[in-house]
């Protein structure tokens, strides 16, 4: 198969580093590009990051001497990942999409647009039948797919076994978030050192919000939203890479703790069917120790594209709690749009 | 008023230390007797603890000196507080309880006893009636009072207003603790560095179950269990002091949230009517800024004897969600059972 | 005696801060005025530092509605404490210098200029008289007095008593600083988790700089360098406050380990025999457990103003080799400078 | 090549995991027992290290059945490593040695034994002919090979090509040790989090005298000491892995900052040359950034099995100054004593 070329929007920054390194050896996809903002454009990649590689080891050689480009239109590619700032990312990534190239994008202004899907390829990938539409009310030649924001991949993926084996009714969770969520500089040494911040901006109303759309209905080329209630608590906490989730979740339909792990367990989707290269052999993991999963210990199973789940039991108010941890930068943001560009090209969007 | 003589059983652990920083200038008491275990009784306090004395500054110049002595019935003190562990307490307790000794324990062998009381004194003074039966049943000569769990206390303290005014329905508590909490050396660095703990032996069962006794009511020499259901979470993460708990909570009697705030600031109980010298001027304080209470910032509010309360607002399934941080080897442990102590004082029990 | 106003330049920033912080009960000085930028000049004191408070405690009640001012001659004080940036501080220490007010600067900006003192009043208080020069040359009404940078302080400070008693002859020390070193934000919480970064800009030549000027005579209005060498590494750590130094060093005049140690012990300077408020009244404590001096541990001794000596043994290239701990903002920063203008105002410089 | 049946001792601890880790899929070596404690013994490893897995991923499927045995010679293995604490090994590692074993240790015992060699494969391969000498006089079947401290590793590692090329003469070094360093639980997080701990038992006296020892010569089957002087400051920080050093150096033949370069970054030795499966390409790596090597950035550099030297400068005392950073579990310990046997079997020995 010959290799789709790829651009990475916002090269320089730390979800941009992470598509990098996920990308470099990818079989479906070549890096053909690395746009960045008009101060790094015209630079070699390897100035322009100096000594903000953020990701383990070495920026990748067929990298570092690749130039750095101006986010516009024009570049020689056909798929542009996004991985700007959400302050600056909408006209670009619309600019984009106008001009024909697919953008699979990482950041959250195009999330909640009625004509524009919200995908995790395990969960509704049926969702992707919504670009026709999108290309047509917007008469844009190419088209914008997103993914949801970290703390809700980690919990929708892990959680969906559930979902499609008996429908979820209430979730209320708690989020320990990694500090690599907030990007680079980021938090403060200051702020975190024997410290838990109890806040993160925004982040509750996404994790509240978000999951209703992507277990939401297309119909008529509409979403409807799902019918369930989430609460969501959103702290920040002195770990690198790994959001742990504690959760609590009554089902529409009753079921045994036996038959709900059984559900976990045996969870596999389309990209594992397709055989998508960057989809995990197990996206959902259960474990069964009574301390797990851990983030530092955990965060890297399946290559950090998995969902961990763990420490199921009853509640005494809902039916079940768990743990949930999921890899923030890798699955929670750039794995993720990967693997939708790897479904939108199995699937012949592209 | 002349001071009781107390000691401490336990005095070279981390909590024992505790206590002796609080006791040091206690106007009702003074610390007459310094208990340890047989490897360190005969030493000076000083060479006892050597290396391991955990708390901020240095130890107290006036209890340095002190011989520790063995932990049984024969010392020179009226109350005797417990900070053993809780493997080895519950019959050295007994034989002081039995001597003639008030016992004001933070060790958990006692706490769920049916007639021990389990006190916070804002909350449940009143449960120190049982003292009589106590002494009656057991024919002691003195009697045993306890206090809850680090982070019961927190939780309770913080929440009893919203019980006293509304009645408490339902509580879904996460809570993100300390590594204080768990003794000295306690946690391995190595399991911390980057990392959450998502288990606590035992405390999962320790929060569901001791507020249903605190809560309850004293009626005809028995305890009857508060009716309301509690579910919780329990993790260690790398903070120093200070147990931080997310709360989704629902009332019986439906509040405003502008109602549920006023309650919070305008609580005040016995503690503060009697003026006790370890109790905070304002027990539960409520704090409005988006991302606050934080364990560094906060925990040392009204030195450490307060449960901060922050970030109210409304809850998707529950009537509210909100903040509560404690102090867990202060009010959470030494402090509280000072105050216990201090509470038998004024009303005569000793 | 009545107190003399002084006003803080940069009183929203860190250092500022911390300077309030020291200032809300000193017995010599009353603060008049706050001045801080342009985009907070005319905001309450409360306002302007909101969120950003960060030393312990909340933000002393007297200051919390002060008006903040611009940092421009023409406020009502008679003193002013320099914690500007130095990218900024130069002009503005000169105004206020030039139009009669005395500057006590924790600045870097002036501290090489060669007719103003870099004092730590335990060791050079004689070149405080360098201000008449100063005055006289510059035709200012009043003058600048600067204190050294944080990790400076506290090695010169515990290295003063060998240096008075014995001569020194070369010094090699590494750093382990604090992060609060760094001001606010400061550090990224990315870049120092589970790390070291072994390079701070500039502090390498601070240190092998400012002691040859502070242990320098003044002879005929000039200063003249110590005659020693010096050599450092500096290191950022994951420590809140709280430098700590390693040093091995050479003395000119031969000494035993036990003259060593009763030098240290024994030192007492000007500011102790003036009893000046902030003095410490052991201004180098040292340690003989051979874990000690560590930063959470002993960085709070004589409230910061210290500096503490440990583990003093002999070398094998040296002639010894010891610890050294200073808490860096406290004795290295605005400490430093407060004690620096009660020596002025103590010896009628004010 | 066929593999040879190799063992480990103390299998479970820290060291002994990472060995297995670092054996998985050794070309030279097939891992046919695993020995530990009594307690241990008989059990399946998976459940001999219950919990205590504490190197990144899984146990090694291949590893996590075969059953735990004694420390006892009769195991069936040619080669045994040696991972005991040192206040056991002693004995055991003889007894091994006297039936015919080859014992590669990581223990301290016998590092200093005037006939059992201290090697790094880098540096000192020619020390192996004292086996001769050793097996001789203990009458023994097998024999004893011994590996470094892991912070004298790094430095002799890093130094060697100075050390050759120019001879060292005195070297000054601080170093800041990693947490793992200590075995598990080893640090208490209580000690470490906000804070750096001066001291680290025993480890000076090491980093003082094994150098000497590996740097000396073999003659007339004696070693004679290398003529230098060492002084170490050793420090733990709160980093998971990698130890970082400062070095102040000079050297016995004056070189050019360039030379001194040029030499760290051509050396290669024997390992290299033999082509040896642990042996980094390039074992010594000089990094130009004014901010680097750091250690969680750059411990993992050549698998964890180089020494990387930053920084390198001038010194005001001494020739040069620098940092150098080693992996303490896998170059400084484990990957150590494989890369010996590795030599072992090329130089057939074995």
Chains 1, 2, 3, 4 share one sequence.
């Not at 996809?29 to 101060?39: D, I, Q, T």
């Not at 590689?53 to 001497?65: D, L, N, R, Y």
């Not at 202004?109 to 047509?136: S, W």
Request: hydrophobic share 40%; proline share 5%.
């Amino acid at each position: 198969m010959k290799k789709t070329k790829v651009a990475v929007l916002g090269a320089t920054g730390m979800v941009g580093q992470r598509f990098l390194a996920l990308l470099e050896n990818n079989p479906y996809f070549e890096v053909s590009a690395l746009c960045a903002s008009e101060r790094s454009a015209g630079k070699e990649y390897r100035e322009a990051v100096s000594g903000r590689w953020a990701v383990e080891g070495e920026i990748p050689e067929k990298f570092a001497e690749m130039p750095v480009e101006k986010c516009e239109p024009g570049i020689d590619a056909e798929i542009v990942f996004g991985a700007l700032d959400s302050s600056i990312a909408e006209p670009i990534e619309q600019a984009f999409a106008k001009e024909g190239y697919a953008v699979s994008s990482n950041t959250r202004c195009h999330r909640m647009c009625e004509d524009i899907p919200l995908v995790i390829p395990e969960v509704n990938a049926g969702h992707l039948e919504i670009i026709e539409e999108q290309k047509k009310n917007r008469k844009w030649g190419g088209f914008i797919v997103t993914n949801p924001n970290c703390s809700t991949i980690a919990m929708v993926l892990g959680l969906h076994p559930l979902q499609k084996a008996f429908g979820l009714e209430k979730i209320s969770v708690t989020t320990m978030q990694a500090l690599s969520g907030a990007g680079y500089p980021g938090v403060s040494s200051l702020d975190i050192l024997d410290n838990v911040i109890p806040h993160i901006g925004g982040e509750e109303g996404k994790m509240e919000s978000e999951p209703l759309k992507i277990w939401g209905e297309l119909k008529g080329g509409k979403f409807e939203n799902a019918d369930m209630k989430i609460s969501a608590h959103c702290n920040r906490v002195n770990v690198k890479d790994g959001h742990l989730e504690t959760i609590s979740l009554s089902l529409k339909k009753k079921a045994s703790l036996d038959e709900v792990k059984k559900a976990l367990k045996e969870f596999r989707a389309e990209p594992q069917e397709l055989n998508l290269p960057s989809a995990p052999k197990q996206p959902v993991i259960l474990m069964e120790e009574e301390n797990r999963p851990q983030p530092r210990l955990d965060r890297m199973l399946e290559k950090g594209m998995a969902s961990v789940v763990g420490r199921i039991r009853e509640d005494k108010i809902f039916d079940y709690k768990m743990l949930i941890l999921g890899h923030n930068t890798i699955r929670g943001a750039a794995g993720c749009a990967i693997l939708n560009a790897e479904l939108l090209k199995a699937k012949k969007y592209i």
